[in-house]
């Protein structure tokens, strides 16, 4: 087997690098923005806020008659609503003047959690790259699957799905060691998806592993049509992400985005993407959502699925 690396590049919203010289990390990030809720950032045009968009000590926002917006700091983790109508400036520590926001209620964040959340949002300001790695089998790199190839999964029994093969009869699961060395598991499944069943031997904490998906033709012949390289959370990332427990039980879609992002700075894609579809059921008309999902699904493999989130994202956001 020849090792192979691949390097994705995902650009969420506001991914991008902030243009003043020497300019800070970011302070905030945009949890909800409802109407019309402008930024000002030196001498760049006016935008237009809206979900995941991370602020900067010294923009100047403002949100017209009936717009407001909700923004979390990453110094701290409180939250603020910038009331409608109201002018302030992003400071470090929150909004200026004080009377043009209202603090809120939410959720806290554990502190290993914040910092998580402050180092994705670092890792933002020019993008995120993820650095998928995994054997090549074949002349003919396998499409990915789920899990995300780079990625890591928080149970020790995931679920496994691939995108469709037409010409497939049935499909072969195999679960391989770190590097593929040793195989620890093996299945068939009619369909592109099979879960780790009950009766195998969990997986460990902290370990890699590679899951090969191969079709049988209805010749005959046998190709394999995905692969993914992951790791199972570490004991210590299981305790901390366990302290989400109370955002995920929230009612409060802001909480779900915060668990999002955690979810995402310990590279647990499949969780994170559990709660974008959350979102986007219950948010369906804010494009960032979609267009993270549509970055996902196609990373996953997911073309159909890609295409028609990315689309309702330019719908909403042309």
Excluded at 31 to 56: C, I, N, Q, T, W
Excluded at 140 to 147: G, R, S, Y
Excluded at 206 to 227: H, I, L, N, P
Excluded at 244 to 252: I, V
Aim: net charge positive.
């Amino acid at each position: 087997m020849t090792p192979v690396i691949l390097v994705v590049a995902l650009v969420f919203p506001e991914a991008q690098p902030d243009p003043r010289p020497g300019a800070s990390n970011p302070v905030g990030m945009v949890l909800s923005a409802k109407g019309a809720v402008m930024r000002e950032r030196g001498k760049d045009k006016p935008k237009r806020l809206s979900s995941m968009d991370l602020l900067y000590a010294g923009d100047r926002l403002s949100a017209s008659g009936g717009a407001e917006a909700q923004v979390v700091f990453l110094v701290d983790g409180h939250r603020e609503r910038l009331k409608s109508g109201a002018r302030a400036t992003v400071g470090e520590k929150g909004c200026d003047p004080e009377t043009a926001v209202e603090r809120q209620a939410g959720q806290p964040l554990s502190k290993a959690n914040l910092t998580r959340l402050r180092e994705l949002a670092r890792s933002e300001k020019g993008g995120t790259v993820m650095a998928f790695s995994g054997p090549l089998v074949g002349p003919k790199k396998p499409a990915p699957m789920k899990p995300l190839p780079g990625g890591k999964v928080t149970t020790d029994r995931p679920a496994f799905a691939w995108t469709r093969d037409r010409e497939a009869g049935r499909y072969q699961v195999q679960l391989f060691g770190r590097n593929g060395e040793a195989l620890l598991w093996k299945a068939t499944a009619p369909e592109p998806r099979l879960p780790y069943p009950a009766t195998a031997a969990p997986l460990a904490y902290g370990q890699e592993y590679v899951c090969r998906v191969s079709a049988r033709t209805k010749d005959g012949k046998e190709k394999v049509v995905a692969e993914s390289t992951f790791q199972v959370i570490t004991k210590t990332v299981a305790g901390q992400l366990a302290q989400l427990k109370s955002l995920l039980s929230s009612e409060n879609p802001s909480d779900w985005l915060l668990a999002a992002r955690v979810y995402e700075s310990h590279k647990a894609y499949e969780d994170a993407i559990a709660l974008y579809e959350r979102l986007v059921k219950r948010i369906p008309g804010e494009p960032g959502f979609h267009r993270t999902l549509g970055g996902y699904y196609k990373r996953q493999g997911f073309e159909d699925k890609a295409n028609e989130a990315l689309a309702r994202a330019r719908k909403l956001a042309p």
